[in-house]
């Protein structure tokens, strides 16, 4: 019998269904070094992960997600695309899990960063640890729409977070992030005339 509860009890249920599909067709490209099967030859699903998180900058598109699962990655991290104001893409480690982007032993370029952002847009960074990088922790050249939550980033050979050379409004954030022990300064906008950058409850010590 199609009665008024029943209509209604499906409709609660489509949108329950709606809420649970990625919105825009997204992605999340799920990266985890520990699990038995992982390999960068996967498709990123949860039973089947990346080894490396560069495998997962490479398949990322604008909306998707790169989710960091717990572990030490001794790579270099370079985004070689952009997401969208409306779209992002996001790198994130999940709540409870400690990823660490580890630089001991990783040749970065001088003047790089051992997490690189270059003239790439609408990126976010959330909940990730980044350590020991040679030069820079995180470099972003020409930094817009950019957004650091929550991240960890300390011992580097230069600066813990370099965002330089942008002529234009740069509306990024850095947020609640600890920048800590590096060479040189801890966040450095340098060189960033457009302005429009919010730096609010980071810790920055040490440096």
Known sequence: MNTPLSRATGLVVAALHFLAVPLWG????????????????????????????????????????ILVHGGVYRERVVFPRSGTKARPITLRGPAGETAVVEGKGVPVPKGCGLVELHRVRHIAIENL????????????????????????????????????????????LVADCDVHHSILAGIAVWECPGGYFTLRGNRVHHN
Request: aromatic share 2%; with cysteine; glycine share 8%.
């Open 26 to 65: 997204a992605n999340i490209y799920h990266v985890a070094q520990r699990h038995p099967a992982a390999s960068d030859q996967n498709t990123g699903a949860e039973q089947q992960p990346l080894q490396t998180i560069s495998r997962g900058c490479q398949l990322a598109r604008a909306g998707d997600t």
């Open 129 to 172: 640890e980044i350590r020991n990088s040679s030069q820079d922790g995180i470099r972003a050249v020409r930094p817009v729409g950019l957004r650091f939550q929550r991240v960890n980033v300390h011992h580097c050979g230069r600066s813990g977070m370099m965002l330089t050379h942008v002529d234009e409004r740069s509306d990024s």
